[in-house]
């Protein structure tokens, strides 16, 4: 029985935070001030284990699940990734199966990940000019590292894409060259507005680089752009293509909201559930994962929960703002 919450939205796309660690300190996201030696991560204990993140997807299954997104911190970073992977497989031959990264250990676990089910991946990178690049995710790895992942992904068949959160003052002069780097290896990217997620970025309306602010420079350097009707009404990514035919994507959730058709649960690396990704409070399911809850115990309190949503924070922004303390971003995964 397809679940529906309480604006008729449908629970098609689960997110999973498998970790709250990260080998970068993105600025926007992490920042080392915020995330520093005396940061205190989970515990191993604290994070649920393969199996128990599995159980939830085999709950919401034949509620209407349709998708999983592994997501982090960097989920790369946790070990057998591809055991979990597998193990999701298993569960569902056509469930789509995706992974956000920052692709640096990507090279090493393409093949891996490939072969134990993953349908495609998402990579992050917001600048291809090398000092940009390890200024915003203050690290000393390169953009040629992230290419090369890229490329070995490719080459075994796993899908690419690429997204690009846009800051004022910060990144705008990469919109070119990461496109015109995307064109050349036949990859879509997608341009992300800068989002007032968490605590700890500093966000205010003016670091937004809209969609439309964007597709203006794309136009100035490339040409026309074309709007592309939507596979499906929960991308969130609306495409343009250029006239070579070329797709690029623009995730306008503060320009353009898309609440009306958010079909996404998270599921945080400790285990609790959020409806939204601005939530403040998640519902927690370790306790009842680990207190012997089977997929239908689990099935009813995600039911419970699905029915009473009625998020659509993006929509509210403007109201809403100044008292809120959203998660952060790398607990829940984005
Ligand atoms: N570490 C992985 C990565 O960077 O792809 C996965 C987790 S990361 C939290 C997921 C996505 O959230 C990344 O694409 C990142 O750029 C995006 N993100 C983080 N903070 C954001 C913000 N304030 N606004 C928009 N996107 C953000
Ligand atoms: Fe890590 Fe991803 Fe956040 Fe960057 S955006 S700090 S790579 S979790
Ligand atoms: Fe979905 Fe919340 Fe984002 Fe709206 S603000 S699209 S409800 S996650």
New binding site residues.
């Given amino acids: 029985m397809q679940l529906q919450d309480s604006l008729g939205r449908p629970l098609r796309d689960l997110r999973i935070?498998i970790t709250d660690r990260?080998n970068?300190r993105?600025t926007?996201?992490?920042p080392r001030e915020n995330f520093g030696p005396e940061h205190v991560f989970l515990e191993k204990e604290e994070i649920l284990s393969y199996e128990e993140m599995a159980s939830v997807v085999a709950s919401l299954i034949p509620l209407g699940l349709a998708k999983v997104r592994i997501?982090?911190?960097?989920?790369l970073l946790r070990r057998d990734l591809s055991v979990f992977i597998a193990m999701l497989r298993e569960l569902d031959s056509e469930l789509d199966i995706a992974l956000?990264?920052?692709?640096v250990l990507l090279e090493r676990h393409a093949e891996s990940l490939f072969k134990s089910g993953l349908n495609r991946i998402?990579?992050?990178l917001?600048a291809i000019d090398t000092d940009l690049f390890q200024a915003i995710t203050d690290s000393r790895n390169t953009p040629e590292e992230i290419f090369r992942g890229i490329e070995t992904a490719q080459k075994i068949g796993l899908p690419v894409k690429i997204?690009?959160?846009l800051k004022k003052g910060v990144n705008e002069s990469q919109i070119i060259p990461l496109t015109q780097a995307c064109i050349d290896r036949k990859i879509t990217v997608r341009f992300?507005?800068?989002?007032?997620?968490?605590t700890t970025?500093n966000?205010n309306l003016d670091s937004v680089m809209s969609g439309e602010e964007v597709r203006q420079v794309l136009r100035d350097h490339f040409g026309p752009l074309v709007p592309k009707a939507s596979a499906h009404p929960s991308d969130v990514a609306r495409l343009w293509s250029l006239v070579d035919g070329s797709m690029i994507g623009f995730?306008e959730?503060v320009t353009k909201p898309f609440c009306g058709d958010c079909s996404r649960a998270r599921l945080s690396a400790h285990g609790s559930i959020y409806t939204c990704l601005f939530s403040e409070q998640g519902f927690d399911l370790r306790s009842i994962l680990r207190f012997g809850a089977n997929t239908e115990d689990i099935a009813t309190v995600i039911r419970d929960i699905w029915t009473h949503r009625g998020d659509r924070y993006s929509e509210l922004r403007t109201q809403l703002k100044e008292t809120r303390q959203p998660v952060e971003?790398?607990f829940?995964?984005?």
């Fill in positions: 935070s990260c970068f993105c926007y996201c992490m997501t982090g911190g960097e989920p956000t990264t920052n692709a998402t990579v992050s917001d997204n690009c959160v992300i507005e800068f989002m007032d997620v968490g970025n966000w995730i959730s971003m790398s829940i995964g984005g």
